[in-house]
């Protein structure tokens, strides 16, 4: 999947991930992705939750090597 920007949040545990991915996206133009990359396995629950209470799109979450690319849509305005 094709990000238009990487957030690394390799070695954050909960909630630094989403706080990070919170504060990255409101840099984000509406329906930009964001990679979030991060080691921590809670961000598969904590992600989609988080994207369910803010109105932005999780598209999916892929597991590579005990790693997590997680891509969030900036939803619309």
Do not use: S
């Not at 409101?26 to 991060?38: D, F, P, R, S, Y």
């Amino acid at each position: 999947m094709k990000a238009d920007q990487t957030l690394d949040c390799m070695g954050l545990y909960c909630p630094m991930p989403i706080y990070k991915t919170a504060q990255k996206i409101k840099e984000l133009k509406q329906g930009e992705v964001l990679e979030i990359i991060a080691d921590d396995k809670g961000i598969k629950q904590d992600m989609p939750a988080w994207c369910r209470t803010t109105g932005n799109e999780c598209l999916g979450i892929e597991e590579k090597d005990g790693e997590f690319h997680v891509y969030v849509k900036k939803k619309a305005n």
